[in-house]
């Protein structure tokens, strides 16, 4: 069983100017995949909060997948990533790699994201983009590897099919992440 946490790094919606829109839509589809959500929070943009809330709920290993939204672009205030960094014992690049490689598929903003993919303990920690539309549409291009990554990481290091591991393609991608997100 997966169990999920989500952070959402934004200072307007941790200030309530605006409405967090990209952590419920993470939430929702994470719930629709069965997937058990022990928790949800909303941060500013602050390095030191975001890697104590990352160390917490990794310590213990509550959540075997922390996805983060927001706080990877190029902004002075993005500082996502460094929070990242700071607390996972080995980073996964491959993984960022492909969410800028398929994410071009969508916007050509797509590099600009700096966020990064690591594990912490027995946990994965995924940075995803800051709007609803990017961060369900590369949660989707990561979903069919999380089980198996999560599964390596507590041991469990059978491999499985490569037909299991089959990324979608775009347009699978696209109707996962439905036009109401943006």
Known sequence: MIRVAVLTVSDSAA???REDLSGPALVTRCRDLGWTVVDHKTVPDEEQSISEIL???????SASLVLTTGGTGVAPRDVTPEATRAVID???PGLAELLRIRGLDQTAYAV???GIVG?????????LPGSPKG???SFGILEPLLPHIVDLLNGRTAHKEIADARL???AE???TTGASHQ
């Open 15 to 17: 200030e309530g100017t």
């Open 135 to 137: 961060a369900v549409y």
């Open 90 to 92: 080995r980073e996964i």
């Open 173 to 175: 991608t696209r109707g």
């Open 119 to 127: 594990s912490r303990k027995r946990s994965l920690i995924v940075n």
């Open 55 to 61: 160390r917490c709920w990794t310590e213990d290993s």
């Open 168 to 170: 979608p393609s775009v």
């Open 112 to 114: 600009l994201s700096r």
